[in-house]
């Protein structure tokens, strides 16, 4: 009697249970469609979903919500695809243009090496070794010149300095020739003088 009354409690309050629990699995796949991501909305509305024969039997609410979501997250995935792929693109110019500026910068440098390794010198390009054979090649023909002309003028001081004291010599045995016919003249003079008075003192007699 007992078992039988429990019993038609138990079938009064089935229906009650399975109401329950069908709300609280709907209100699980309700969470699930809107916190999970797409695979667990999957999983979730696969399991929580009825079964008919082989198939199974979908809610139109869990469908629909599934498609927005799946939807949504498609339209996510593409955005971000298209940011990546812009991103994408500006670091692909950014590399030409830092190719582009390498390159450049490649060309000054091997431009500046070149003029460093290089000297202009009366409008023609010498290398370095080459400048500086050439020039101490040039210092070493005016060294050169210059000994020269050293010597040179050397030896016409010392010409010069023989001439003028063979001239000084020569000017003063001209001085004493001067000076003896000069005394010579004197005497004739005298002499003639002499000779004039003479005769004067003669006819005077």
Known sequence: MKLSKYLLVF????PIFETIQAQEEELTAEQALK??????????VIKKSG?????KVVKRVWLDKLKGN???SL?????????SNQKIIAQQTSITNLEASLAKTNEDLSAVTEEKDNMTFLGMSFTKGSYKTMMWTIVGALLALLAFFVFKFKNSNSVTIQAKKALAETEAEFEDHRRRALEREQKV????????NKQRKAGAK
């Open 35 to 44: 916190k999970e991501n797409i695979k667990t909305q999957f999983d979730v």
């Open 11 to 14: 079938i009064a309050f089935l």
């Open 189 to 196: 003079m005298r002499k003639l003088q002499d000779e004039i």
């Open 75 to 83: 339209k996510t995935l593409e955005s971000k695809l298209n940011s």
């Open 70 to 72: 799946t939807i949504d």
């Open 51 to 55: 079964r008919y024969q082989e198939y």
